[in-house]
């Protein structure tokens, strides 16, 4: 966006000429120069791992299913021999807050490693730009084929990244929407191309997104769309580890001074976001350690000691000392984070996996039967959420001679919701008129400690 000064009621002679202020940044290409080094190798090591999980877990099988699969349609959620119910949500909102308190401990210790390392942004960008110099070369090579003149070998080159972009970025939407529909369906949809509307919807969106992010935004979403990159600097305090530039040591700068910072540059060029670390810490910066790497290739070479550039704390860089792990913020996160996820998952180990509710039958109240007997009909929606069937045997208790008239005992399959229609009769005159609370025990015959009670309310009509 660009705004024209006016030259309001000066003559047309005298007026300056219209002033352009421009309302922000044009963004300016970047090419990542391509680096070696124990951080580089790092980074792929994590990218390697992370990938490994998200294109291998969906293929794993556990008890002759799929491991990991969020299964929508049946509302079911599996995670190896876990087995959670729209009931459970409670976990799985756990288990984000204990991810999101793990990032805040995370970054008040070592900073931006998560995105530097194993954010999904960082990690199919890297992937990509490893395509993009297998079509195009290094980062000269693709300065000089941006400035050339379209032609056969231009077409190719540019053509053939982005349809490996696009295989790519296919490949991962379709295992991406492989955790929500089994995914040895979906291949074998993905062959006859009869995918639902739901399927092609999320394949193309997440396909589309990781390739624009990937391949065309890239920095710009670590820039200006990561909410991250803007309250990060919230969790940092002066025994944070981060990127340094060591100013006294490497100033001032050039082949032909006394500073050990040559002005060299390469650390600008293989930044993945365009930085210039030497101006100090930026909210750009992703910790990726590139510079690093750069800048001890250069030491290296000119015979100097490395870590001009490298991992520090703001208190190290200016002589307060060394960096103090435990501190205010790091303890409460540490402790925090740890009572929670012993809560979560002594609550998951002690969790009974069955589940009843009790439904009366609102169209038949309390009524006098055959015999002067006293009836009650309930639904009984019994949810085994174990990968084993079991029978369980069902008994009423609250009130005297009070008993099941219907089957009592109901076979439940594996991970399977049964509704059972149960009538309760009582004695005439066995309780007064009106209420009573009652409950429902249902117990596994092969198993007496898998037992749940259910409190519901047993009429008595006048």
């Not at 296919?170 to 995914?183: A, D, N, S």
């Not at 015999?371 to 990968?387: A, H, K, P």
Request: charged share 20%; aromatic share 12%.
């Amino acid at each position: 966006m660009e705004l024209v000064e006016s030259p309001g009621s000066r003559s047309e002679m005298n007026a300056p000429e219209p002033k352009v202020i421009k309302m922000y940044a044009a963004r300016e290409d970047i090419y990542p120069r391509e680096i070696k080094g124990r951080y580089t190798s790092l980074r792929w090591l994590c990218l390697w791992l992370t990938q490994l999980v998200f294109y291998g877990f969906a293929w794993l099988t556990w008890n002759g299913r799929q491991a990991l699969l969020f299964d929508l349609a049946t509302r079911k959620f599996y995670i190896f021999g876990l087995v959670l119910w729209p009931q459970d949500f409670i976990y799985l909102a756990a288990l984000l807050i204990a991810c999101a308190w793990g990032l805040f401990l995370v970054t008040a210790v070592a900073g931006r490693v998560w995105c530097g390392y194993s954010c999904p942004q960082t990690v199919y960008t890297e992937m990509f730009l490893w395509i993009e110099r297998k079509f195009e070369g290094q980062r000269s090579a693709q300065m000089r084929l941006k400035k050339s003149p379209w032609n056969v070998d231009k077409i190719w080159r540019k053509g053939g990244k982005h349809a490996a972009w696009l295989a790519l970025a296919l490949w991962t939407g379709f295992t991406f929407v492989g955790y929500f529909t089994p995914i040895r369906s979906l291949a074998h949809e993905t062959l006859t191309l009869n995918f639902g509307p739901w399927e092609w919807f999320w394949v193309g969106f997440y396909s589309l997104a990781t390739y624009g992010n990937a391949g065309w935004l890239r920095e710009q979403v670590c820039k200006y769309m990561c909410p991250y990159a803007r309250f990060q600097s919230a969790m940092f305090d002066r025994d944070t580890l981060i990127i340094t530039y060591d100013e006294k040591r490497g100033e001032p700068r050039g082949r032909d001074t006394t500073g050990s910072c040559i002005d060299c540059s390469l650390c600008v060029q293989v930044c993945p976001t365009g930085i210039d670390i030497r101006k100090g810490l930026q909210y750009e910066c992703i910790g990726c350690a590139a510079c690093i790497d750069a800048c001890d290739i250069v030491m290296d070479k000119i015979e100097q000691p490395r870590g001009l550039i490298c991992y520090d704390t703001d208190r190290a860089m200016h002589g307060g000392g060394h960096a103090r792990l435990l501190r205010p913020r790091v303890i409460i996160y540490t402790t925090a984070l740890t009572l929670f996820v012993t809560a979560v998952f002594t609550t998951l180990w002690l969790r009974t996996p069955l589940k009843v509710d009790v439904i009366r039958d609102r169209g038949s109240m309390g009524r006098e039967v055959e015999d002067g007997m006293i009836e009650n009909v309930y639904r009984l929606q019994v949810m085994n959420t174990s990968e084993q069937a079991h029978n369980y045997r069902i008994r009423a208790t609250g009130i005297d001679s009070l008993a099941v008239v219907t089957e009592d005992v109901v076979q439940v399959r594996a991970t399977e919701t049964l509704a059972v229609p149960v009538r309760l009769r009582m004695k005439h005159g066995a309780a007064d008129h009106g209420s009573h609370k009652i409950s429902f025990e249902l117990t596994a015959t092969d198993d007496p400690a898998l037992s749940v009670k259910e409190n519901a309310v047993f009429i008595v009509p006048r």
